[in-house]
């Protein structure tokens, strides 16, 4: 985060980590660190439905994620809570 490339985990010569060696060299060592077992890949998951969660506009999460094709966010990356459901149903049967 301190460095002045574009990335916010870059390598030591600023180029941009693979899924692969950013997950080996930065994010496993965190996950065993604190005794957790998650992959980066589910933290778009986390992302995509905090965003939503915060009423986000949805070209900019699509924008934020990378996604090009449509329906994708919502479809596979969105996910809601049960408290998040029934706060809708509560909203239109108060």
Do not use: W
């Amino acid at each position: 985060m301190e460095s002045d490339g574009i990335y916010l985990f870059s390598q030591s010569d600023g180029g941009r980590f693979s899924y692969d060696s950013f997950r080996r060299m930065i994010f496993d060592p965190v996950m065993r660190h604190f005794h957790m077992q998650h992959t980066p890949h589910e933290t778009r998951h986390t992302l995509a439905s905090m965003l939503d969660s915060a009423d986000i506009n949805r070209t900019v999460i699509k924008l934020i994620l990378g996604h090009s094709l449509e329906g994708v966010t919502e479809r596979v990356y969105t996910h809601k809570t049960t408290r998040e459901l029934l706060r809708a149903i509560d909203r239109i049967c108060p």
